[in-house]
């Protein structure tokens, strides 16, 4: 069973500009999680797709981020525009279920913002 | 709200030496408790879990018990391998209303020298 896809896996970019992440849950997942993991502390939940729709975006700064989930499958994060504090692991990672399911990581993307 | 604080690292042992990495929680109600682990360069995997008070989550020689009374779920090893050199997170889901989201403590990085 193939696992949860991320691309790219690193991104240098410089304060301001803008940056997309993508994520390709496990077949038949259907929730999807981005959780932003910055340097030396445990990852925190950006937000939370249950198919296409939105179950929990409370940590999200929607200013600067967005996320997408077009037809309930893969998904997008963007951040527009980037500052330094940004600089962090994104991670994807899906579920079966939101109700506490076991979930599925993928390698993450590293971004660096200088 | 949820949090979890575990015991801060680093933490260097030698090959066949027994681990404990401490893992306490705050949480209304009754979360599910998780052990995840991140090898090098790779994404988080699941490593165990435990669902309600008293079980015993298990997986690879490693063992965590849900001791609510003490609001505990600490990670045990009886003999290191090189190969368990990661980066640990304990983390919970749960706990009180309908949200399921995990609640990750910041993090342990364990170093097994030959």
């Known amino acids: 069973e193939a696992g949860v896809a991320q691309s790219p896996r690193y991104k240098i970019i410089e304060k301001r500009q803008s940056v997309a992440f993508w994520c390709n849950p496990i077949?038949?997942?259907?929730?999807l999680y981005w959780y932003q993991q910055i340097l030396g502390q445990g990852p925190k939940l950006l937000i939370q797709?249950?198919?296409?729709?939105?179950?929990?975006d409370s940590q999200l700064p929607k200013d600067r981020f967005s996320a997408e989930r077009l037809k309930g499958v893969d998904s997008t994060l963007k951040i527009q525009p980037a500052k330094l504090e940004d600089s962090a692991v994104y991670l994807c990672a899906s579920s079966l279920t939101p109700r506490g399911d076991t979930q599925y990581f993928g390698p993450g993307t590293r971004l660096t913002v200088l | 709200g949820n949090s979890v604080t575990q015991m801060e690292g680093p933490v260097t042992l030698s090959e066949e030496a027994f681990l404990t990495i401490n893992c306490t929680y705050t949480a209304t109600g009754y979360p599910s408790l998780f052990w995840y682990v991140q090898y090098p360069g790779e994404g988080l995997q699941l490593l165990l879990k435990?669902?309600?008070?008293?079980d015993k989550g298990s997986n690879k020689g490693f063992e965590a018990t849900y001791r609510k009374e003490t609001t505990s779920f600490h990670l045990e090893k009886g003999s290191v391998q090189v190969s368990d050199s990661a980066v640990y997170f304990c983390?919970?889901?749960?706990?009180?209303?309908?949200?399921?989201?995990?609640?990750f403590g910041k993090g342990t990085l364990l170093t097994v020298n030959p």
């Open positions: 435990a669902t309600k008070a008293d």
């Open positions: 797709f249950q198919n296409n729709g939105v179950v929990d």
């Open positions: 077949s038949g997942h259907a929730t």
């Open positions: 983390a919970l889901s749960g706990g009180g209303g309908s949200n399921y989201k995990l609640t």
